[in-house]
C-alpha cells in the first residue's frame, strides 16, 4: 500500500464543491435535490469537530479514472449531454450541467481517497453530487449518473493498495458498485440494504464469481429494519468480515435513507443505528481507521433525517461515543423476519468467512 510515512494529520478532509449544488431536475419535484446537499452542509456546520478540516480542492475525474469502473460508450454519452437536458430513466434526470457535476463528484471522490493515503488526513467526507452507487458500467440508473465509491476504490487499487472495503449501508442495493467489482478479491463489496426494494438485486447468494466469489456480501433485510436490526447485522456478519479481510481503505457508501423518516424506503433506522454502525466498524481497524475510512454521500431524502445521522456519523468520527452524543442502546430484540435474515445469511457466508 501506498501511503505517507506518517501517522495521518488529525483531520477531515472534506470534498465539496459549487458544482454539486447545480444539479437539479428541470420543472418538476424531484427526491434527489440540492437541498439534500445544503442539509449535510449545515450538519457539518454545527458538527463542532476537534478534527480540523482540510478542503480539498477537487478537480474533475480524468478519463483513465472513469474508465477504470465506467465503458467509453457511456462517458461519450454523458459527456454530450452537457448544456441539455432530460431524463436517462423515469427516475434519473440530467441538467445542464449535470455531467460536469458528475465527473467533479467522481474527481473529488478520488481526491479523499489521495489524501488519505498521503496522510494529510484521519479520515474522509465526500458531500457529492449526483450520487453514485447504482450507476452501472454503461448506464446512469436510480438518480446516478458516474459510480463515485467505484471511482475512489479503483483509484485506491491504482496506488497500490491490495484491500479496500466498500460498505454500503444505503437502504437501496448499490447494484452499480457490484457489478464492477463481482469477480475482484481485492475489492470487498457489504452491502445492508431493504428487500425485496428497488432495484432488486442484492439476493444473498450473490456472492461474486471466480476469484472474487466471497467478496460480495449482501445482507437483504425486511422492511421495519431498526437499529437493533442494524446493529446485529454488524456484530454478527460486517464487522467479523471486516476485521478478517483487514482493509487498507474502508469507503463507505453513506446514504441515510434507511432512517425512519426517510420517505422513499420503509426502514427504521435512527441517528443511534448509523453511530452503532460506525462505531463497530472503526473498532476493528487498526488506529480506531484512522487513515483509512471515508464516508461518500449517497441517498437519504428527508432533510432533517439526513442532516442528523450524518451529524453522529461525524461525531464518531471525532471520537465521540454514542453516551456523549446523547443517543440511546439499541434494543437487543430483534423481530422474527430480520432475525431469520441475519440467520441465512450467517449460513451462506459462513463458507467463506469465520462468523
Keep these: 500500500m501506498q501511503q505517507g510515512s506518517t501517522s495521518p494529520v488529525p483531520a477531515l478532509a472534506l470534498a465539496d464543491d459549487p458544482l454539486f449544488s447545480t444539479h437539479h431536475a428541470v420543472g418538476t419535484q424531484h427526491p434527489e435535490r440540492p437541498e439534500r446537499l445544503e442539509a449535510a452542509r449545515a450538519a457539518l ?97 436510480g438518480f446516478c449518473l458516474l459510480n463515485n465509491v467505484a471511482v475512489a476504490a479503483a483509484h485506491a487499487k491504482a496506488r497500490g493498495v491490495d484491500r479496500v472495503l466498500v460498505l454500503d449501508w444505503d437502504v437501496h442495493h448499490g447494484n452499480g458498485t457490484q457489478e464492477m467489482f463481482y469477480g475482484d478479491p481485492s475489492v470487498l463489496y457489504v452491502s445492508l440494504h431493504e428487500s425485496p426494494f428497488y432495484p432488486g438485486t442484492g ?21 421495519g429494519g431498526d437499529d437493533a436490526v442494524y446493529s446485529a447485522a454488524f456484530e454478527r456478519i460486517v464487522a467479523p468480515i471486516a476485521e478478517q479481510y483487514r482493509p487498507e481503505l474502508v469507503l463507505v457508501s453513506a446514504g441515510f435513507d434507511a432512517h425512519v423518516r426517510d420517505p422513499l424506503a420503509g426502514m427504521c433506522v435512527t441517528e443511534s443505528g448509523y453511530a452503532v454502525m460506525l462505531e463497530q466498524v472503526l473498532a476493528v481497524l487498526p488506529g480506531r481507521g484512522a487513515g483509512r475510512v471515508a464516508l ?17 456519523s461525524l461525531r464518531v468520527l471525532d471520537g465521540h461515543d454514542r453516551e456523549e452524543q446523547g443517543l440511546p442502546e439499541p434494543s437487543r430484540a430483534l423481530d422474527a423476519d430480520n432475525d431469520a435474515a441475519l440467520e441465512r445469511a450467517e449460513r451462506t457466508l459462513s463458507a467463506y468467512w469465520k462468523l
Design 296 to 312: 461518500l454521500l449517497e441517498g437519504g431524502y428527508d432533510l432533517e433525517a439526513l442532516g442528523s445521522s450524518l451529524l453522529a
Design 203 to 223: 439476493a444473498g447468494d450473490e456472492l461474486g464469481r471466480g476469484d472474487g466469489r466471497g467478496f460480495t456480501v449482501n445482507l437483504p433485510l425486511a422492511a
Design 45 to 141: 456546520a454545527r458538527a463542532d469537530l476537534a478534527l480540523t478540516r482540510l478542503e480539498l480542492d477537487p478537480h474533475d475525474a480524468t478519463d483513465e479514472q472513469l474508465l477504470r469502473v465506467h465503458e467509453q460508450d457511456y462517458l461519450e454519452k454523458v459527456g454530450r449531454l452537457a448544456g441539455k437536458q432530460g431524463w436517462f430513466d423515469a427516475d434519473t434526470y440530467y441538467c445542464a450541467t449535470s455531467a460536469a457535476a458528475a465527473r467533479r463528484a467522481a474527481g473529488a471522490a478520488a481526491a479523499l481517497v489521495e489524501a488519505l493515503l498521503e496522510g494529510r488526513a484521519s479520515f474522509g467526507l465526500g458531500l457529492l453530487r449526483p450520487p453514485g452507487h447504482h450507476a452501472r458500467p454503461g448506464a446512469a440508473m
